[in-house]
């Protein structure tokens, strides 16, 4: 079964830094597109960053950028969000997804969200 | 950016009845849409791609139509599970996908 489990959410101070990390298993990791996409509370869905399969292309929506940085080890099957200068209109829950994936020989690939992780809750507040 | 726009905001229907939702594009992604049911609690769940293609393991009484900027979701006969946050997404302007700001659909 494919699983995504994100971890490293918590409260933290205006202007403060977090981690966020993304455990992927049930999939060849390394071979996926990831995401991270953000919910601010009772809020809609908003997509945050993107990194290739490889590592070597990387997006960010203007909200984030300069102050975010999404890598992967694809060794550890792991995908990361570096959150620095967080602002209270960064208060979320995010989630990890991949642009599709491959199971029990079928393929759905594009550029939509499948599968996400359960998320984990940011809370920026002094 | 792509703006995209759901109505109505809420639907109330009876469970058995039909639900028909609505996602406009500001301008046309073409069929580069998907559509995504959130629960309560819970991460979304991809239930439609390419604007009428069903994920996997999504029952048929879901389907999608349109194209360019008109598109819409059908829920056939609401089964109780069904009632829940419903978004749209289009990939058609990538990296920078948008979503539409959901439709809930609640018990009448």
């Known amino acids: 079964e494919v699983q995504l489990v994100e971890s490293g959410g918590g409260l933290v101070q205006p202007g403060g830094s977090l981690r966020l990390s993304c455990a992927a298993s049930g999939f060849t990791f390394s071979s996926y597109e990831m995401n991270w996409v953000r919910q601010a509370p009772g809020k809609g869905l908003e997509w945050v960053s993107y990194?290739?399969?490889?590592?070597?292309?990387?997006y960010y929506a203007d909200s984030v950028k300069g102050r975010f940085t999404i890598s992967r080890d694809n060794a550890k099957n792991s995908l990361y969000l570096q959150m620095n200068s967080l602002r209270a209109e960064d208060t979320a829950v995010y989630y990890c997804a991949s642009e599709g994936y491959c199971s029990g020989g079928s393929c759905a690939l594009g550029n939509w969200f499948d599968p996400w992780g359960q998320g984990t809750l940011v809370t920026v507040s002094s | 950016e792509i703006v995209m726009t759901q109505s109505p905001a809420t639907l109330s229907v009876s469970p058995g009845e039909r639900a028909t939702l609505s996602c406009r594009a500001s301008?046309?992604?073409?069929?580069?849409l998907a559509w995504y049911q959130q629960k309560p609690g819970q991460a979304p769940r991809l239930l439609i791609y390419g604007a009428s293609t069903r994920a996997t393991g999504i029952p048929a009484r879901f389907s999608g139509s349109g194209s360019g900027t008109e598109f819409t979701l059908t829920i056939s006969s609401l089964q109780s599970e069904d009632f829940a946050v419903y978004y749209c997404q289009q990939y058609n302007n990538w990296p920078l996908r948008t979503f539409g700001q959901g439709t809930k659909v609640e018990i009448k």
């Open positions: 990194i290739s399969s490889s590592g070597s292309t990387i």
């Open positions: 301008q046309s992604v073409s069929s580069n």
